[in-house]
Nanobody
């Protein structure tokens, strides 16, 4: 069983940047597809970005394209989300998620395990 722990969230002004990290325990991280999702108060959890096991296949939600970058370091068992040009509408709890196997996956139900989330707040 893989466990995920997110970090790096916080309060930032609009236009600023944050880098989220997701540390994974277990030996299967390097062979798993990973993703980032977010959930704002009163809204459903939504897809942000996904990456396959090697980092060679990546997908982004239209709302973050050109501003966010997902990456992974399999040697460190860590997933990242670099967030630039942040907007107030990016405010949410951000979750990392993983699933066994290849590919990239855009639906929350497709993931097998989740972190506890980290709060990102962007002030205007």
């Amino acid at each position: 069983q893989v466990q995920l722990v997110e970090s790096g969230g916080g309060l930032v002004q609009a236009g600023g940047s944050l880098r989220l990290s997701c540390a994974a325990s277990g030996r299967t991280f390097s062979s798993n597809a990973m993703g980032w999702f977010r959930q704002a108060p009163g809204k459903e959890r939504e897809f942000v970005a996904a990456i396959n096991w090697s980092g060679g296949n990546i997908n982004y939600a239209d709302s973050v394209k050109g501003r966010f970058a997902i990456s992974r370091d399999n040697a460190k068992n860590t997933l990242y989300l670099q967030m630039n040009s942040l907007k107030p509408e990016d405010t949410a709890v951000y979750y990392c998620a993983g699933r066994m196997g290849g590919g990239t996956w855009l639906e929350a139900l497709q993931y097998d395990y989740w972190g506890q989330g980290t709060q990102v707040t962007v002030s205007s």
